[in-house]
């Protein structure tokens, strides 16, 4: 595969390249980062060797946090606003909260929502464990492919995909709030969230981030799975 092809698959993780630049990730890099020889997952993850990886991989990319908030985004794509209202009517509290946020982010990524936020991060995760030692390039790229063929099948740009990734980290932020008043209030600051602004100016403005030279539709010479996943069922 070409370097500008595995620069493409690569920056599907690279709003956490963003969020991780001042520790020294590099958005070309396979196992991102330049200066480190192993990154301890145990604490934050949960994954302490190669079987966990690819189990959380496994699970995390199809039904992942994105999973909780399809139904919503799929339904304020296809009803009418009458519709729309209703169904907000019907909801529980907390459920509502949810819906409402929906309905104010849909327009910037679209129906596939926050799934950008879960491929971005098992992005993040099949590069670490590459560095790690667990995975090699070539296991890397196959993984890669596939978090390529649902990012595409979902969106239709850089921008709707970093939308659903940031929009998605919003979410994540935010739960936790037993209260509906609580998580509402919550979800609305999230727009000015330092670190959230910090990370869409990082994506927008660095140079590093190359996104320019990466169309969205730029052909992809996707590899067969190797020999060493074999028994790693899923596609």
């Known amino acids: 595969m070409e370097d500008l092809q595995q620069r493409w698959l690569f920056a599907l993780s690279a709003p956490m390249v963003a969020v991780n630049r001042h520790a020294g990730a590099d958005y070309a890099l396979a196992s991102l980062y330049p200066d480190n020889e192993f990154v301890d997952l145990k604490e934050s993850w949960d994954i302490a060797e190669r079987a966990d990886l690819l189990a959380m991989i496994q699970r995390m990319t199809d039904d992942g946090h994105a ?32 819906y ?13 929502g926050i799934r950008a ?16 030692g667990w995975l090699n390039l070539e296991e890397n790229l196959w993984l890669h492919s ?9 969106y239709q740009s850089w921008h709707s995909y970093m939308a659903g990734f940031v929009i998605g980290r919003a979410y994540w932020n935010c739960l936790g709030h037993e209260e509906a008043k609580e998580q509402s209030l919550s979800l609305s600051r999230q727009g000015s969230e330092p670190a959230h602004r910090a990370m869409v100016r990082e994506l927008a403005l660095s140079p590093a981030a190359g996104f320019d030279e990466l169309p969205w539709d ?12 074999e028994a790693f069922d899923w596609s």
């Open 67 to 98: 999973r909780e908030l399809s139904s919503a985004y799929w339904e304020h794509a296809r009803l009418l606003p009458s519709q729309w209202q209703a169904l907000l009517d019907s909801l529980q509290p907390a459920q509502r909260v949810a």
């Open 100 to 112: 409402e946020f929906v309905a104010e982010t849909s327009m910037v990524c679209g129906a596939a």
């Open 117 to 132: 936020w879960d491929l971005g991060r098992m992005s993040f995760l099949a590069r670490i464990g590459q560095l790690n």
């Open 146 to 154: 596939r978090f390529s063929l649902r990012a595409r099948y979902y």
């Open 218 to 229: 730029m052909e992809l010479e996707l590899p067969e799975k190797p020999e060493s996943l």
